[in-house]
């Protein structure tokens, strides 16, 4: 039988399935495929018989799979049509993951250390493209994440924090540290609000705000360690004063 893959001089990641995990197993391997570059964006895939017969599996483990992948924004089904990978990856597809990374750490050391190189990353970055543009839109955010939080509404006051990291993300420009970051900070929001409880935490939170604009804005590579060491810091030992009440 000849193979749908366009480039036959490589090795398919769609190699059949043994026993197991099916479901599992077919969202590997198509994930895999897609990030090989045998299915590029946009590009419908190979019919459901195909699949089958690449792939050795039944026809409702494979809809089963491709289920999932549609709701975790990897492929769009259309009825009638077939099934295509989606023209953009959702964050979602990045959360299992960050989930269990975040949340299954022994080590809160160890989450400290990941968040503070991801985020010196990102600002170093961000440095190198930021445009005025960029930076009034920062200022602005800020402005309102105060807004939010003097009219009592601590919850949007939080998401909007969340929001202020994922902007400085945005404006690295490479949509693979968007939606990484995009992801992270979405588990990390979960504990924002608690860390903004009172006018003393907010106002802190804002300077940290401050400090990683002023970075950008001077272009100063040298208080970036400064800045987001303090930043994170005060993120983990707020969420765990909190956590101890």
Known sequence: MKTFLKNNSQASALTPIDNGSIVD???DRIVKAIAAGQFKVGEKLPSEFILMEELKVGRNSLREAMKILATLGVVTIKRGDGTYVCDHIAPTIFNPIIYSIIFQSRSDNAMVEFRRMMDETVLRTAMTKVTDKDLVNLKSRIK???????SGDKERAAYLDYQYHVAIANICDNPYIS???NGIYEVFA????????????????ERFH???YNCLKNKD???????VAESVSFWYEDRNETHCR
């Open 210 to 212: 401050l400090d990683l």
């Open 144 to 150: 309102e994440i105060r807004v939010a939080y003097e």
């Open 25 to 27: 197993k077919i969202i």
């Open 221 to 227: 590579y040298d208080a970036i360690e400064a800045a």
């Open 179 to 181: 939606n990484i970051v």
């Open 190 to 205: 979960l504990s924002i609000e608690d860390t903004i409880d009172t006018d003393e935490r907010f106002n802190n939170a």
